[in-house]
Structures are given as structure tokens and as C-alpha cells.
């Protein structure tokens, strides 16, 4: 589905991906592991067309490269970005309208296979799936508590039609009890066919929902494989993951 090769990436003078070669499927959840400064979220924007790249960019066959981000959204990938950026002055009704696919319901219809989007989404289908937010719908985004921003952050991207979804620290600073409700709707969309890469500190969490996991180090991929195969190298924990006590 989404075909990324020897993949370069620099803020200024710092070269911040360094030759990134990833395969994601649909239907997969991929853990995407590293420190702050590992290059995850560099990764994210680069796939959204949200900073400059060199190599191999390919979504479902179609070469990336030189689109806008509005264009790679269209294309059917979703982005959640850890800052939220919702609305505030918007209800959440307003904010989740303003997430769908251009061209209506039958648009979104005709042209879902050719443009890549996954299934449809309502503001019903979000609200089942977290009812906080109907009991808000008419509420300005900015007054919500940060689970509420970004329960709504993530339901206004699936309301573009995605076939993928990039999450990048999706339960950050909220609650152990947000977070598990977070992580059972990452499982249901898969179930759904999405692919989804996950960004996410919480290790626990992470494995627990993921079909892969992506550990990156420095810029580079150090491992690519299943969860189960990652648990067994506590030597990639020390050295990617774990912060040094000698510091």
C-alpha cells in the first residue's frame, strides 16, 4: 500500500532521516518506536508532504512526490497529529463536518477506488464510537479537556475517508482509562481494513495493539518485525529505547 525507499529527510542542516525503507499493508497496525529525537514524527510529516524528502515515496502505486498535503489526504492517507489542532472556536459537530471528503456522499462513492479512500465514516459512526463527544457535539472544540481533542482529532480524519491513518502520540498525557479507549478503537480500525501507523511512547500499549513494530534510531530503521520477536532483544530496548541512567 505504501511503498517508502531510502528515504531522506533534513530540518536546515540536519539530516534527520537517513535512507528510511518501509513497506506498510492495509489492515496492519505498526508500532513506529524511538526515543524524542529518533525521527518518528519527521517521518509522519514526510509521508504528508508536511516537510522536504529525497527517495522513493509511493502510495498504492502512485509516486508522492511533489504533492501537496491536501492532495496526499485526498489520496486516501490520514493524518492525526500529536498537537491535535482542532478548531476552538468551532462546536465539535462543525469540526467533525469539516473533516469529510469533498464531493458529498455519492463523490465519496464513485471515487473510492480510484482515489484510495477506505470506508465511509458518519458523525453517528464517531459518536457511537465515543459518546463524550456527543454530549459535546454543540460545545466549542477549545473548551474540551485534551482525551476530548483528541478523541475529536482522530474522528475528524477518519471522517475524510482514509484507507491509511498515521496517530502520532495519540495518548499523550491523558488518562490510563482514555488511553485503553483509544487503543480498542486503533484495534477496530483495522478490523475496518485501515492501515495504520502508530506513533507512541506508551511501549505497553504499542505492542499490545500492533501487528509490527518499527523501531527507529538516529534517523534509521534498527528493527522491522513482530512484537514477539522485538520482546526477545533487550540489547534494542537499552540502545534505542531505554534513557541511560548515567546521564
Given at each position: ?26 489492515g ?5 518506536l ?7 514524527s519527521?517521518?509522519a ?8 524528502w ?9 509516486d508522492?512526490?511533489?504533492?501537496q498535503?491536501?492532495e ?16 476552538p472556536?468551532l462546536?465539535v459537530?462543525?469540526n467533525?463536518l ?5 464531493g ?6 464513485a471515487?473510492?477506488d480510484?482515489?484510495?479512500q477506505?470506508p ?7 459518536y457511537a464510537?465515543?459518546p463524550?463527544?456527543?454530549?459535546r457535539r454543540?460545545v ?21 475517508a482514509p484507507r491509511?491513518v498515521?496517530?502520532?502520540e495519540?495518548t499523550e498525557?491523558l ?19 485501515l492501515g495504520?501507523?502508530?506513533?507512541e ?11 509490527r513494530?518499527?523501531?527507529m ?14 520482546l ?7 540502545e534505542?529505547?531505554?534513557v541511560?541512567?548515567?546521564?
Amino acid at each position: 500500500m505504501l511503498h517508502l525507499s531510502g528515504l531522506q529527510a533534513f530540518y536546515g542542516k540536519s539530516h534527520v532521516l537517513r535512507g528510511v525503507s518501509l513497506d506498510l499493508a492495509e489492515g496492519e497496525i505498526v508500532a513506529l518506536l524511538g526515543r524524542n529525537g529518533s525521527g518518528r514524527s519527521t517521518l509522519a510529516k514526510a509521508i504528508m508532504g508536511m516537510v522536504s524528502w529525497q527517495g522513493v515515496m509511493r502510495w498504492r502505486g502512485r509516486d508522492l512526490a511533489g504533492l501537496q498535503t491536501f492532495e496526499i489526504a485526498r489520496a486516501g492517507i490520514g493524518y492525526v497529529p500529536e498537537s491535535r489542532d482542532v478548531f476552538p472556536t468551532l462546536t465539535v459537530e462543525q469540526n467533525l463536518l469539516l473533516g469529510e471528503k469533498p464531493g458529498g456522499l455519492e463523490g465519496m462513492r464513485a471515487g473510492a477506488d480510484a482515489g484510495g479512500q477506505g470506508p465511509r465514516w458518519a458523525s453517528s459512526d464517531m459518536y457511537a464510537m465515543f459518546p463524550q463527544l456527543h454530549a459535546r457535539r454543540h460545545v466549542p472544540a477549545g473548551v474540551l479537556s485534551g482525551g476530548e481533542q483528541q478523541m475529536l482529532t482522530l474522528c475528524r480524519t477518519l471522517m475524510g475517508a482514509p484507507r491509511f491513518v498515521i496517530v502520532d502520540e495519540p495518548t499523550e498525557g491523558l488518562a490510563p482509562m482514555v488511553c485503553a479507549q483509544i487503543a480498542r478503537h486503533l484495534s477496530l480500525l483495522k478490523e475496518r481494513g485501515l492501515g495504520v501507523l502508530l506513533i507512541e511512547q506508551k511501549l505497553d500499549m504499542a505492542l499490545d495493539v500492533a501487528d509490527r513494530v518499527v523501531l527507529m534510531g538516529q534517523g534509521e530503521v534498527r528493527f522491522d518485525g513482530p512484537p514477539a520477536q522485538f520482546l526477545q532483544r533487550p540489547d534494542l530496548r537499552r540502545e534505542w529505547l531505554e534513557v541511560s541512567d548515567s546521564a
